[in-house]
């Protein structure tokens, strides 16, 4: 599952994400996409500021995520090569995947449930949606368009 973000604030990028996230409930990639993203991650500039997941972040990121907080504009662009490379290595391994079954479907309808929780966690998101459209219509953006549920996936919101 293919996650990019920006954070801007005051003409700053203070957070960038760019990730694969894991369809699995143990987060684990498949060797494929972990082996390039670990090749991609070690072609970054040592001097590209790292960061920690937010709490939100850490049920659904790869252990392989980028996120970064940019401070010039080189930096800006090794994250943008990362991201655009990332969803390189997704469109590929999603050529050569095989169909997946009954089991996988469900187990990958789950991670896109746990993506959309997790992700609908981010206060920050949040609050900056609400200063500009007001509490009601921030949480139905980011439930309703922002992370929409698959259907019939609601009960692991239930359970989690």
């Known amino acids: 599952m293919y996650a990019v973000d920006m954070v801007g604030f005051r003409g700053r990028i203070s957070l960038a994400i760019a990730d694969l996230c894991p369809t699995t409930q143990n987060l684990t990639l498949p060797p494929s996409i972990r082996d390039k993203l670990k090749d991609l991650t070690a072609s970054l500039p040592e001097s590209l500021p790292r960061r920690q997941?937010?709490?939100?972040?850490?049920?659904?990121?790869?252990?392989?995520?980028?996120l970064v907080g940019p401070e010039t504009e080189e930096d800006i662009g090794a994250f943008l090569r990362f991201a655009t490379r990332a969803l390189e290595i997704l469109r590929q391994e999603a050529e050569v995947a095989k169909k997946a079954n009954p089991k996988e479907e469900t187990e990958n309808g789950e991670a896109q449930t746990r993506?959309?929780?997790?992700?609908?966690?981010?206060?920050k998101t949040k609050r900056i949606l609400a200063s500009s459209m007001g509490q009601e219509?921030?949480?139905?953006?980011?439930?309703?368009?922002?992370?929409?549920?698959?259907?019939?996936?609601?009960?692991?919101?239930e359970n989690n």
């Not at 309703?144 to 549920?149: K, Q, S, T, V």
Request: proline share 7%; charged share 25%.
């Open 115 to 123: 993506f959309c929780h997790f992700q609908c966690k981010n206060e």
């Open 53 to 66: 997941a937010p709490d939100w972040g850490v049920p659904i990121f790869s252990a392989e995520c980028c």
């Open 137 to 157: 219509w921030a949480d139905r953006y980011m439930t309703e368009i922002m992370f929409d549920l698959p259907n019939g996936f609601d009960k692991y919101i």
